[in-house]
């Protein structure tokens, strides 16, 4: 396991709750960083990505506006930032060390996925 998400809970639609991910064993301090999403029987879905400097980021449209993707360079913790949630956020949620253009194009790295950690949103 070299990433490990933490944070995810029950909230209430229009909570807020920041998601971690931590590095375990090694340094992602040379790649961008991103947050996915799943949900049971459906494609992991791009959320947001920062680059490795944290001078770029970019976010999935149905969450811009609301999340906020950070990096504590000094430990190298990714944070996601979730504000105003809704029901349709409830999935599993995923961190990734890839690729990120400073644009809009971001390529996971296959072999750098955490476990994953849970985010239910009531109505």
């Known amino acids: 396991v070299q990433l490990v998400e933490s944070g995810g809970r029950l909230v209430q639609a229009g909570e807020s709750l920041r998601l971690s991910c931590t590095p375990v064993g090694r340094s992602f301090a040379s790649y961008s960083m991103a947050w996915f999403r799943q949900v049971p029987g459906k494609e992991r879905e791009f959320v947001a990505t920062l680059d490795y400097k944290g001078d770029s980021s970019y976010y999935a449209d149905t969450v811009k506006g609301r999340f906020a993707i950070s990096r504590d360079f000094a430990t190298g913790t990714l944070y996601l930032q979730m504000n105003n949630v809704k029901p349709e956020d409830t999935a599993v949620y995923y961190c990734?060390?890839?690729?990120?253009?400073?644009?809009?194009?971001?390529?996971?790295?296959?072999?750098?996925w955490g476990q994953g950690t849970q985010v239910t949103v009531s109505p």
């Open positions: 990734n060390a890839g690729y990120f253009n400073g644009n809009d194009y971001y390529r996971p790295t296959e072999d750098y």
